[in-house]
Every structure is written in C-alpha cells, then in structure tokens.
C-alpha cells in the first residue's frame, strides 16, 4: 500500500509542477533576476498560509484557488482510463481529503522545485 502511495504522489507532482508554476507565475528561467523572483515569491507563498488562497497576495478566496479544479482534472481526469473518469461519483462533492492531499503535494513536492 505505502508503494503505491508514492507513486501517486510522485505522479501527482509531475503532473502538478507546471500547473504550479502557472499559477503562481514562477518563471522558467536560470537568471540572477528570475531566480530573485521566485524566491520572493517562494517566500511569500510560504507565509500565513498563503498558498490556498485565490488571491494569494491579499490572501482572499481561501480554498477557491483554480489550482484546485485544475489538479483534479489533471491528476485524475486527464485520461478516460483515469480514476476520475471511471469512479467520478467520488469527485461530487469534492472531498476535503482531496484538497489536502494537492496542497500538501504543492507545499512539499512542487514549491521546493
């Protein structure tokens, strides 16, 4: 059981790393300026739990992030043959369990990167 728990964490993060940094607006880039940008905003985002906030700079919207939604279709909707797609009965309401498990994926697997 913890095997496969892993793996879907670390499929979740693969699948969660660009959409993370997206949302945020990390940018992809090596320079001395980009590199001071996401550590500012590593920080940031890592303060007052400011990482399940819509608006995370003025900290509104708590849990109404787009990164919710979006996670879910790509984690477990991407594909027909995914678990979303063959059990969506498991998806409506949208378990609180869910939303926990992708930000801990986000604050711990994906932010880092």
Known sequence: VTARDSHMRGNLKD????????TYGFKASAT???IIHNR????LL???KRL????FRERNGL?????????????WFKDPSDNGAKFPSYFDPIPLRTIALIYTVVSISCLPH
């Open 15 to 22: 699948r969660l790393i660009p959409l993370v940094c997206e």
């Open 32 to 34: 001395k300026s980009a």
């Open 46 to 48: 890592k303060t007052d």
């Open 52 to 55: 399940v906030f819509k608006d």
């Open 63 to 75: 849990y109404e992030s787009p990164l919710i939604q979006q996670a879910i279709n790509l984690a």
């Open 40 to 43: 500012k905003l590593y920080d």
